[in-house]
């Protein structure tokens, strides 16, 4: 008999196997509008995940960007937050690399184990793992910041801190980007949810890296309501002067 997959590898691997339909979705369907592509790509990652999911842990439960939201998981012990398709735009936009698959589990109040998929570069990151993050801080400071609509707060604080924005999609992507050594931090103070940062949180504390609210204050997930407005993720050597600049900024 097969033993069953432990945490870990029930994030991971799943989340990676997500990642390979939805190239093989896109490849498929390249002729189709950019929202009906999105669309498909959101149903056929999401229907995959929950049945991965659903068959392995049957009494877990799920929050999904792409699944109506069961408050059922308010009382329960384990639950899966999930983004099947992290940068739609992205996704639907072709040769673009720069979207995500999210996989997290919370347990008793934490988060404990997650996945980032970035299937087109055929990697996924993973709690399994713990490396810390590649490289060194760079001089000046490279913020992630979106490639379409960077938000006024973020230019604000790459003034403050003399720090150069670096564009990109998603936002698994972006908070991936500082494990990678391509960017020092992602702020984010646009508006987000549960789905959008669990996953890309807990890879990046697991590796080392500084994951707060923008206020310093902790992330916590499983609420009620799943709106989770901001974030920072970050070197963990850098991040004391990162929420300094951002202090700075909100009070100016």
């Known amino acids: 008999m097969t033993p069953p997959m432990d945490d870990h590898a029930l994030a991971s691997t799943p989340a990676t196997s997500a990642g ?22 959101d149903r056929v990652s999401h229907e ?10 049957p009494d877990d439960a799920v ?24 940068g739609t735009r992205e996704f639907s936009e ?40 590649k490289g060194v801080a760079g001089t000046p400071l490279r913020l992630a910041v979106s490639r379409s609509r960077p938000p006024e707060f973020v230019t604000g604080l790459a003034e403050h801190l003399g720090a150069q ?32 940062s669990a996953a890309p949180v807990v890879v990046a504390s697991g590796n080392g890296l500084h994951a707060s609210r923008i206020d310093g204050s902790a ?3 499983n609420n009620a309501n799943p709106y989770l407005p901001d974030l920072v993720v970050c070197r963990a050597e850098v991040a004391e002067a990162v929420l300094a600049g951002i202090r700075a900024v909100s009070e100016a």
């Open 20 to 41: 390979e339909l939805l190239l093989r979705t896109r490849s498929a369907n390249a002729g189709l509008e950019p929202k009906a592509l999105k669309d498909l790509g």
């Open 48 to 57: 995959f995940l929950m049945a991965e999911i659903g068959q392995a842990r």
């Open 63 to 86: 929050l999904s960007e792409e699944g109506a939201d069961d408050q059922a998981r308010l009382s329960a012990d384990r639950v899966w937050i999930i983004d099947p398709l992290d």
């Open 94 to 133: 072709v040769g673009r690399d720069d979207w995500a698959v999210h996989v997290a589990l919370w347990e008793k109040g934490q988060l404990i184990v997650g996945a980032v998929a970035r299937p087109a570069k055929g990697i996924t990151y993973s709690t399994s793992q713990s490396d810390g993050p």
């Open 165 to 196: 924005l670096v564009p990109m999609g998603s936002a698994g992507v972006k908070a991936m980007s500082v494990l990678d050594g391509e960017a020092d931090a992602y702020v984010h103070a646009g508006g987000q949810y549960e789905w959008d």
């Open 219 to 221: 992330l916590i997930y």
